[in-house]
C-alpha cells in the first residue's frame, strides 16, 4: 500500500484484521512526521568583505527534519573566513587576510540526509585603506642658494608597494624635486619660502593607495656680511 501525503505533520496509520472463529480482532497503529522539504536561500546582498576586517553572513535554511549541517558544495572561502551553522542558519565569518573574489555554494544535509544547495555566489574582498606619513626630510631648512639634497623617512601603516613624492609651492616659488622616485632627491626652488612635500605609496594586491599630509621645507635668504661705513676727510 502507498500512502501519499499532501501536507507536511504527523500522519497516523491504523491496521485492523478481523477476528475469525479462533481469533480475536486485531489493530496496529504506526504514526510518524512529515517534514517540509528541506530548503536554502541563496545571499543576494552582504556579500562584499574588506581585507582585514571582520566579516560575517548568515544563511539561512527551512524544512527539513532537523539536526542540520551545513557544508561548502563548491568553491573556497576568502582567506581567513569559515564556515559554521547551528539549528537552520549557517554563518560565514571571520576577517579576511587577502583582497579578491571567490565563488562557493553551500549545501544543508538534515537527519534523513536530505539536502539542499545554494546557487553560486560570489563574496568580494575588497583592498583595504591605510596611511603613509614623511617622518623625516633629513632637514627642513636652507639658506641661500635654494638647493638642497633630502633624506626623506616614510611610515606606511601596512602592506607594500613603490613610494614617490611631489612637491608643490608654498610660499616659494619654482619648488621642485630632481627626482619623484626617490628618497635622497635635491629640492630646488627659484625665490625664498616653503616648498610642500608629499608621499604618494601606490597600490598593491591588498591595500589602496595613500597619500601623506605635507612636509615643510624652508629656503631663507642669505645673510648677508656686515656693512661698514667709514668716512674719509679731504
Known amino acids: 500500500?502507498?500512502?501519499?501525503?499532501?501536507?507536511?505533520?504527523?500522519?497516523?496509520?491504523?491496521?485492523?484484521?478481523?477476528?475469525?472463529?479462533?481469533?480475536a480482532q486485531a489493530s496496529s497503529q504506526r504514526s510518524?512526521?512529515?517534514?517540509?522539504?528541506?530548503t536554502i536561500t541563496t545571499p543576494l546582498s552582504g556579500l562584499s568583505a574588506t581585507n582585514g576586517v571582520s566579516y560575517s553572513l548568515?544563511?539561512?535554511?527551512?524544512?527539513?527534519?532537523?539536526?542540520?549541517?551545513?557544508?561548502?558544495?563548491?568553491?573556497?572561502?576568502?582567506s581567513g573566513l569559515s564556515l559554521s551553522g547551528s539549528g537552520n542558519t549557517a554563518t560565514i565569518s571571520g576577517t579576511p587576510t587577502a583582497a579578491g573574489q571567490s565563488t562557493v555554494s553551500v549545501r544543508v544535509t538534515d537527519s534523513n540526509t536530505a539536502t539542499a544547495t545554494t546557487s553560486s555566489f560570489m563574496i568580494t574582498v575588497a583592498k583595504a585603506s591605510r596611511t603613509i606619513s614623511i617622518t623625516s626630510l633629513g632637514t627642513s631648512t636652507k639658506a641661500f642658494?635654494?638647493?638642497?639634497?633630502?633624506?626623506i623617512s616614510t611610515s606606511v601603516s601596512a602592506g607594500t608597494g613603490a613610494v614617490t613624492y611631489s612637491v608643490s609651492n608654498d610660499t616659494a616659488s619654482g619648488c621642485a624635486l630632481s627626482d619623484t622616485t626617490s628618497a635622497t632627491a635635491t629640492l630646488s626652488a627659484?625665490?625664498?619660502?616653503?616648498?610642500?612635500?608629499?608621499?604618494?605609496?601606490?597600490?598593491?594586491?591588498?591595500?589602496?593607495?595613500a597619500t601623506s599630509t605635507v612636509a615643510t621645507f624652508t629656503f631663507s635668504k642669505?645673510?648677508?656680511a656686515s656693512l661698514t661705513i667709514t668716512t674719509t676727510t679731504v
Do not use: H, K, M, W
Open 1 to 23: 500500500t502507498t500512502v501519499t501525503t499532501i501536507t507536511s505533520g504527523l500522519c497516523t496509520i491504523t491496521a485492523n484484521q478481523a477476528g475469525d472463529d479462533n481469533y
Open 32 to 38: 510518524f512526521t512529515i517534514s517540509e522539504t528541506l
Open 58 to 78: 548568515s544563511i539561512t535554511s527551512s524544512g527539513g527534519s532537523g539536526g542540520n549541517t551545513f557544508t561548502l558544495d563548491s568553491g573556497s572561502l576568502p
Open 145 to 151: 642658494p635654494y638647493s638642497q639634497a633630502l633624506n
Open 190 to 209: 627659484t625665490t625664498s619660502g616653503s616648498c610642500l612635500i608629499r608621499a604618494l605609496v601606490a597600490t598593491d594586491s591588498n591595500y589602496e593607495s
Open 222 to 224: 642669505a645673510s648677508q
